[in-house]
């Protein structure tokens, strides 16, 4: 696998979790990690760590950490920049 070809099928799917990247290429998490970096370090790919549980906080049931990779055609400016509010005291 090459990063165009990473880069095709992310642009084609536009999110996909980790797990389901890793497979469809047949590599580790830790490669796609990797080979990902690229992709983020050009703004072209987001990660999103999304906790998947019942959604009551209560931390009794098995709440999964799912990695959600997103590409980006145009990197999103507000998480470039952050808006800071300042108060007068």
Request: net charge neutral; glycine share 6%.
């Amino acid at each position: 696998m090459s990063l165009i070809e990473l880069k095709n099928y992310l642009r084609q799917q536009k999110q996909v979790t980790l797990t389901d990247l890793a497979n469809h290429f047949d590599t580790e998490l830790d490669t796609m990690r990797a080979l990902l970096a690229h992709w983020q370090n050009k703004g072209k790919v987001v990660q999103i760590h999304h906790h998947n549980g019942c959604g009551k906080g209560c931390g009794g049931c098995c709440q999964q950490e799912i990695e959600i990779v997103r590409w980006q055609e145009k990197p999103d400016s507000a998480a470039e920049f952050p808006v800071v509010f300042k108060t007068n005291h």
